[in-house]
């Protein structure tokens, strides 16, 4: 069985009232404790603009736990390594579904202009680094056009569609809001919080199981295909959950994966992956992303 090494601390910051959200103060994850001294946050007094962990976890299949050599610094990613491929996993941008609350799951929604405009910043941030030798999305227009966008930005690459980078099918939950779920669908809203990870959900809807098998065999497969390149991974926020469950299975809840949020792994072979940056929105200023992570927390899975 494939060990990884989890950090279980956390950080707390309190940020301006945004204009979705009632509340003035956010957890990540919640209940915060102190941060050892290998976990190097950059500016932290600055999040969430800066709302990043900067960390190096690897999974080894021999058990052995080991940090890797040094956290992500632009010295440390100014050329792809010929031993990993380099994989910048990003949350699609915005919709009208995600500021109103409501359920997408594999219902096709498009960007609204907030979700355009901070597919242009991620787009911007990610031209001004390393080369990235391919694109990859899911084949939701959501992940699509921000994907598209990224690609007009970062040399007119062609985005790769790739169905199992879809965001979890959530059966008959599909299409709901969220805060009425429980009450107009009871049985599919109790078997999406039931804690069997093999509960389907009514409606063709997806087991965890099945979508942690779909995410990490994709990310895998890409990974072996670009070796000592630098690719991009265009997806969704339960998909990049099932990524963070997939490197710290023990450890605290994943927090907030917010629309275009840029999450790095590299990886050296199947059984050695390793974490290098994890949520970073720095890209974007306080009031450019839903407080809320509406379908980037436990609402998408």
């Given amino acids: ?66 940090m890797a050599d040094s956290s992500i610094s632009d010295s440390d990613s100014s050329h792809p390594h010929p031993e990993y491929a380099e994989i910048v996993v990003v949350r699609h941008g915005e919709t009208a579904w995600n500021a109103d609350g409501r359920i997408q799951g594999h219902l096709d929604v498009e960007l609204n202009e907030a979700g355009r405009q901070q597919a242009a910043a991620v787009a911007d941030r990610l031209s001004r680094e390393p080369k990235i030798s391919f694109i990859y999305s899911s084949d939701l227009q959501r992940a699509y056009e921000t ?8 040399g007119g690459l062609e985005v790769i569609k790739d169905s199992d980078l879809r965001e979890r099918h959530l059966g008959d939950l599909q299409g709901l809001i969220y805060r009425e779920a429980a ?59 099932s990524l963070y469950r997939w490197a710290c299975p023990n450890g605290r809840p994943a927090g907030k994966i917010h629309n275009t949020s840029v999450n790095v792994f590299h990886m050296y072979g199947e059984d050695k992956w390793t974490l290098k940056l994890w949520g970073d929105v720095s890209h974007l200023s306080q009031d450019e992303f839903l407080a809320s992570g509406f379908g980037g927390d436990r609402t998408s899975g």
């Fill in 183 to 241: 009450k107009t669908h009871p049985i599919a809203h109790k078997a999406f919080s039931s804690r069997n990870e093999d509960q389907e959900i009514p409606g063709g809807g997806e087991s965890i199981a099945q979508l942690f098998q779909r995410c990490t065999s994709a990310l895998q497969r890409i990974g072996r295909k670009h070796k000592g390149e630098r690719v991009v991974v265009v997806t969704h926020g339960g998909f990049i959950r």
């Fill in 147 to 154: 994907a598209q966008i990224i690609a007009s930005r970062c």
């Fill in 1 to 66: 069985m494939n060990t990884w090494l989890c950090v279980n601390e956390s950080i707390s910051v309190s940020i301006p009232k945004h204009k979705y959200s009632r509340s003035h103060s956010y957890s990540f994850p919640p209940n915060p404790l102190p941060l050892p001294s290998f976990l190097r946050l950059k500016s932290v007094s600055s999040l969430p603009k800066q709302q990043a962990l900067n960390v190096s976890l690897t999974r080894h299949s021999t058990h052995s736990l080991q």
